[in-house]
Structure formats: C-alpha cells, structure tokens
C-alpha cells in the first residue's frame, strides 16, 4: 500500500543520526532519538542564543536515552531555571543540573571504593 497524503511517517533513529521520508509536502513527523553521550550532536542543531521556549519547542520530540531509562529532552530543557542559553555547551551544562539520578549510571553506586 502505498502512503497518502492523509498517512504520516514517524521515523526512528540509528544511534544519533535521524533517517526519514517525507511522505507528503505538507507534513512530516520526526521522533528523535539520541544517547546522553551524543546530546551535543542534537543541541548544535539550533541557532544561540536561544530561548528557553524556543529550545523546548524545538527538542519536544527528542528522547535522551539515559543510562537507566529514557527522558523527553524539551521536558528536560523546560525544567532548566534559566530562561536564555548562550550555546550548545551553555545548554548542556545546564541540561546536567535537571538530569535524573539515573541518567549516568547505577542509583547510589560510585565508581571508586569507599
């Protein structure tokens, strides 16, 4: 069956790269997904300064996968106290203040011995 107009394609993606068709002119959807370690890759992707709005809009359909689960990057993003990020680095030091306890690694564990 081929797609219509009316069909819309919603794309999945390998490792941080978004492969998609376009199904019509009018419309297309792109989920993204993306690895913690390759959220600078994604938060490039946007002129700065940006707004924290206009970041969280933009990163709406974005998933981080984390180290122990998944999280909504333009939920993370709305979280952030500040309303204006200079750069992509800006945003991703400040994305790290937000992150869950288990974005990085096991809960309560650390790497080196007591």
């Known amino acids: 069956m081929k797609p219509t107009t009316e069909d819309v394609l919603c794309v ?3 490792k941080h790269e978004v492969h998609t068709e376009e ?3 009018n419309f297309v959807c792109m989920a993204r ?3 913690l370690s390759h959220i600078n890759d994604v938060l490039e992707k946007i002129e700065y300064p ?3 709005a206009a970041a969280t ?3 709406s359909d974005v998933t981080v996968l ?3 689960g998944e999280a909504n990057l333009g939920k993370l993003v709305s ?3 500040s309303d204006r990020f ?3 680095d800006d945003l991703e030091t400040e994305l790290h203040n937000v992150l869950p306890r288990e974005a990085v690694g096991e809960p309560y564990q650390s790497e080196g011995e007591g």
């Open 50 to 52: 940006a707004a924290q």
């Open 57 to 59: 809009n933009e990163f």
């Open 86 to 88: 200079d750069s992509a």
């Open 79 to 81: 979280e952030i106290g």
């Open 66 to 68: 984390l180290a122990d």
């Open 23 to 25: 199904v019509s002119q």
């Open 12 to 14: 999945v993606t390998k």
């Open 33 to 35: 997904e993306v690895k």
